[in-house]
Nanobody, 120 residues
Framework: QVQLVESGGGLVQAGGSLRLSCAAS????????MGWYRQAPGKQRELVAD???????NYADSVKGRFTISRDNAKNTVYLEMNSLKPEDTAVYYC??????????????WGQGTQVTVSS
């Protein structure tokens, strides 16, 4: 019932920056946590960063100080500002959203992913 659409991926040189966006649409009650995950070929999907509706953030150690997650609750949109990109940041980045409709079970959604490639 909720669709997530990512945008902003692309090819950048090491040291460059990208800003990813993810917009949620559909049947939205109130999204709690939104986050970004990434998966490189042959690797496990890992949490990059997430943010609650109250603004609490969490980052993977590998991106602390370089990435910033933010959101616009009114637009149900989450952003990931990626700075000082490194080749090891290369992965498909997936948006995730979590909501708990009142009186109904918890719901979790994934976007289709957007490719981020960082060249040396």
């Amino acid at each position: 019932q909720v669709q997530l659409v990512e945008s902003g991926g692309g090819l950048v040189q090491a040291g460059g920056s990208l800003r990813l966006s993810c917009a949620a649409s559909g049947t939205i009650f109130s999204i709690n946590t939104m986050g970004w995950y990434r998966q490189a070929p042959g690797k496990q999907r890992e949490l990059v960063a997430d943010i609650t509706s109250g603004g609490s953030t969490n980052y993977a150690d590998s991106v602390k100080g370089r990435f910033t997650i933010s959101r616009d609750n009114a637009k149900n949109t989450v952003y990931l500002e990626m700075n000082s990109l490194k080749p090891e940041d290369t992965a498909v980045y997936y948006c995730n959203a979590d909501q708990k409709p009142w009186g109904r079970p918890r719901e979790n959604y994934w976007g289709q992913g957007t490719q981020v490639t960082v060249s040396s």
